[in-house]
């Protein structure tokens, strides 16, 4: 039993699908970095200067501690305010946004360079068959009369 099951799980393990999503997973997390990066560093502050020089990262609402207000996030955590981070799940959603919008564009990429090459295919396959009209098998197109049914072909 020990043995099946070990044989099916190298059989699963090394397949295409799972080797291409273990590719896919290290380079997503690569990429993450780069993704925070342009949406921290280059997305963000455009926004937020159209916007009166928002910064959403410093948005948040206090619920409970001192009665002080504090001008950045960082302070009020550092007074042990108990905060909701609204402006961070506005850069983290942003930051989704924009992956999801690469990824969009990637995968229609790549569906419209696999369509070309189906084309390409199917431009070059040369029909060597064709159907009885009679018995509809499929049969050499150069047949004069049908093997399977023995009808007289046009």
């Known amino acids: 039993m020990i043995k099946g099951f070990?044989?099916?799980?190298?059989e699963f393990?090394?397949?295409g699908n799972v080797i291409d999503m273990?590719?896919?997973?290290?380079?997503g997390g690569a990429?993450?970095?780069?993704?925070?990066?342009?949406v921290k560093d280059i997305i963000m502050p455009p926004i937020g200067y159209v916007l009166g020089n928002v910064d959403f990262s410093n948005l948040y609402i206090?619920?409970?501690?001192s009665g002080k207000s504090f001008s950045t996030l960082a302070e009020a955590q550092e007074a042990g305010v108990v905060t909701i981070n609204y402006g961070l799940f506005i850069n983290t959603?942003?930051?989704f946004l924009i992956v999801s919008f690469a990824v969009f564009l990637l995968v229609k990429f790549i569906n419209k360079l696999k369509l070309e090459k189906?084309?390409?295919t199917c431009a070059e396959v040369e029909v060597t068959t064709k159907e009885c009209?009679?018995?509809?098998s499929t049969i050499n197109i150069k047949a004069k009369k049908c093997p399977y049914c023995a009808s007289e072909l046009q």
Request: net charge positive; with cysteine.
């Open 6 to 10: 070990l044989k099916e799980f190298k």
């Open 13 to 15: 393990a090394v397949k």
């Open 22 to 27: 273990a590719v896919g997973i290290i380079i």
């Open 31 to 38: 990429f993450s970095p780069i993704v925070n990066s342009l």
């Open 62 to 65: 206090p619920i409970a501690g």
């Open 93 to 95: 959603l942003i930051s």
């Open 118 to 120: 189906k084309e390409e």
């Open 133 to 136: 009209p009679y018995c509809c």
